[in-house]
């Protein structure tokens, strides 16, 4: 997978007041592999065809883990659409109760025709367990 970041290229969570670092005691209660997320509303709908304007991402994670001010992003080998143009995508994000809706600013594909075809990174969640984005969630046809 090529890596590309949306925001900063760190990873990042914003813990409630009063919290600190998750106990290490915390990270026994984990699964050995990564959790899969929950994700709904994802914008552009995997499978579809978007025109290559004006195109923002969407997704909200369903019982969020936390808040991730940064996802790290990686290309997969399906992925021709090329770079993202402007190159920095911010995401913005709303709590909502306790699911995070996510919201790319606008951008386009440096090639169209192409098919987007990226996952996300593993993070670590604020209770100490790996998580990480479904496979096949942001995957799409681009066309001119």
């Known amino acids: 997978m090529r890596p590309f970041a949306v925001a900063a290229c760190a990873l990042g969570f914003v813990l409630p007041a009063g919290c600190s670092d998750p106990d290490p005691k915390l990270k026994m209660?984990?699964?050995?592999?990564a959790i899969v997320l929950a994700l709904a509303d994802v914008q552009p709908a995997p499978g579809s065809s978007v025109k290559n304007k004006d195109i923002v991402h969407t997704f909200t994670v369903v019982a969020a883990p936390g808040l991730n001010k940064a996802f790290a992003f990686a290309f997969t080998l399906a992925h021709t659409a090329?770079?993202?143009?402007?190159?920095?995508?911010?995401?913005?994000?709303?709590?909502?109760?306790?699911?995070?809706?996510?919201?790319?600013?606008?951008?386009q594909w440096q090639n169209a025709p192409g098919q987007v075809s990226f996952g996300g990174a593993p993070y670590a969640g604020n209770d100490g367990c790996d998580y990480v984005m479904p496979a096949g969630a942001f995957s799409y046809a681009v066309v001119p």
């Not at 090329?82 to 951008?107: E, K, N, W």
């Open 29 to 33: 209660l984990c699964p050995d592999k």
């Open 82 to 107: 090329g770079s993202p143009v402007p190159p920095s995508i911010t995401l913005h994000s709303a709590v909502m109760g306790g699911d995070i809706r996510y919201s790319a600013t606008a951008f």
